[in-house]
């Protein structure tokens, strides 16, 4: 595709249910990048890959969050256990090259935790 | 850990006055990009700047880096109601981009 992908645009779980994000970068980017945007907020780190090399993970808020690229291109973004404070629009981004370069945003995921 | 200040928080305009957002750093930044982020959408770029002092200008938006390469701003003349959304600075820290906390723009037609 053109853009950066997500899916699902919208998922609701239940307090400690297990989700999972999908993200699909632009074709041939090297870096991809994971943020999580509470409303109202700029968008904050999480996790960042050079092809399906996991290099920072640093903004991974705990344990229970979980992302990988196992073959450099699609990422996954698990979340474990949910919690009502996870609720926030998940987004993901890519790059051609390293992080200064423009990084391309995807639509989204917003998680609601109930 | 790195963190750009963003002021104002908000704005609100009528269509065909100018507006200011400004992003401010404690530390010499080595670059700073500014995206914009649609009500109900996602960030995208506008620009990036690198060098001290630099002004780029797209059609009614100008972007500024300061000389100490602490500070930038972005201007926009004559505002119409699609300039309407959030602008956010974002620096490069280590692997990431660490974003301000945006600027919100409302304009009143």
């Known amino acids: 595709g053109a853009g950066v992908s997500q899916s699902p645009r919208y998922k609701v779980a239940k307090r400690g249910q297990d989700v999972a994000l999908r993200c699909d970068p632009i074709?041939?980017?090297?870096?991809l990048f994971w943020y999580q945007q509470a409303l109202g907020q700029g968008p904050e780190f999480l996790t960042y890959f050079q092809n399906e090399a996991q290099l920072d993970k640093s903004g991974l808020p705990s344990d229970r969050f979980f992302a990988e690229r196992p073959e450099g291109s699609v990422s996954t973004l698990k979340i474990q256990r949910t919690q009502q404070e996870d609720s926030a629009v998940y987004l993901c981004a890519s790059s051609h090259h390293r992080v200064t370069a423009e990084a391309f945003f995807g639509q989204g995921t917003r998680l609601t935790v109930v | 850990g790195q963190q750009v200040m963003q002021i104002p928080q908000y704005q609100h305009v009528q269509e065909g006055e100018d507006f200011t957002t400004y992003c401010n750093s404690s530390?010499?930044?080595?670059?700073i990009q500014w995206y914009k982020q649609r009500p109900g959408g996602h960030p995208v770029f506008l620009i990036q700047?690198?060098?001290?002092?630099e002004v780029k200008k797209q059609k009614r938006l100008t972007f500024q880096f300061g000389e100490a390469k602490k500070n930038s701003s972005l201007h926009i003349t004559a505002t119409q109601t699609t300039d309407v959304g959030t602008y956010f600075c974002?620096?490069?820290?280590?692997?990431?981009?660490?974003f301000g906390a945006g600027t919100i723009l409302r304009v009143k037609s």
């Open positions: 530390t010499t930044l080595s670059n």
């Open positions: 074709s041939g980017h090297v870096s």
């Open positions: 700047l690198v060098k001290s002092g």
């Open positions: 974002a620096e490069e820290y280590g692997n990431k981009l660490v």
